[in-house]
């Protein structure tokens, strides 16, 4: 402190105790470090964990692959025989013995179907799904070709409104989900009905919405949430037959490749399944793809 002819009259000084301070940014410093440490040992732990995992399922994978190979090859022998009996001895049989030597093949088939749809609705959940942009068109005419002869025999009516809408998804997984739907929309129908279908697509925000309408039996409301459950049959197996799996791998399928699946339906009206996935229209063309046009036949015989 100076006085007023600038001469130094006396001194201050503040002193305060830090001590702490220093101890608090010690103790911060070392809850850092064991935060550090606890989040390097949990990554680490997490890699272990992964890879256990990751091993622990290709094993099974292996196992089931290898399960359904031992269970389907006695499955093939009594189809392969029952086959051969017909064949060879099929005139020595009554009427009783030909019609269980029927249902013996035709259970055969259905376990071998079951088992092989049990694997794929499996696989689903481990196999890579590449999100990329598809024709949609073209992933509908591939579903529609392992139909070709089932639509001749029914005569069935398969019309696409056009254009479809492109997706983000996997083709080859969208081309199976496709298949089921179509197929089943051609197999619900009343006896001596042929198949009507109806193939659509429209823009919802970031989704597009594919619909299959068909003109089969219908469901009641009650029953539709249950309906892509595994093994969920709403019929009986003589007139519609079915492992009760196809809407489950149709579900899973949407599901991992980032969307939802429904169904509207009344009995006696036909049903109308839907698949919602990304779209992978360009913000300036979407509005232009909306315009629907009218349909035009493309499995029609």
């Given at each position: ?182 197929g089943n929309a051609i197999k619900f129908v009343p006896a001596k009905t042929p198949p009507k279908v109806e193939i659509w697509s429209e823009a919802r925000g970031p989704m597009v919405r594919v619909s299959i309408r068909d003109n089969g039996i219908g469901m009641k ?81």
């Open positions: 402190m100076r006085g007023p002819g600038g001469k130094i009259i006396g001194a201050s000084k503040i002193a305060r105790d830090i001590t702490e301070d220093k101890r608090n940014e010690q103790a911060l410093h070392e809850t850092r470090e064991m935060l550090r440490q606890h989040a390097e040992n949990l990554e680490k732990r997490v890699r272990e964990r992964t890879s256990e995992l990751q091993e622990t399922i290709r094993s099974l994978d292996s196992f089931c692959y290898s399960i359904a190979h031992d269970l389907r090859a006695p499955l093939r022998a009594m189809s392969g025989f029952g086959t051969e009996l017909m064949e060879q001895y099929g005139a020595r049989l009554d009427q009783a013995g030909k019609e269980y030597l029927v249902r013996i093949r035709a259970a055969a088939t259905r376990m071998d179907r079951l088992i092989c749809d049990l694997l794929e609705l499996g696989r689903l959940g481990t196999i890579e799904v590449p999100a990329e942009p598809v024709d949609l068109q073209a992933v509908v005419a591939k579903a529609l070709a392992p139909l070709e002869k089932e639509l001749q025999n029914k005569n069935a009516d398969v019309r696409l409104k056009q254009p479809l809408l492109p997706v983000l998804a996997s083709s080859v997984m969208l081309e199976q989900v496709l298949v089921n739907l179509l409301s009650e029953h539709l949430g249950k309906l892509f459950h595994p093994f969920t049959r709403l019929v009986n197996g003589v007139d519609y037959p079915g492992t009760g799996i196809g809407l489950a791998i149709v579900r899973k399928g949407v599901e991992r490749m980032g969307g939802r699946v429904g169904v509207d339906s009344e009995p006696g009206k036909g049903s109308c399944f839907w698949i919602e996935l990304p779209t992978a229209a360009k913000e300036d063309s979407q509005a232009s793809m909306e315009l629907a046009q009218q349909p035009q036949p493309i499995g029609k015989t």
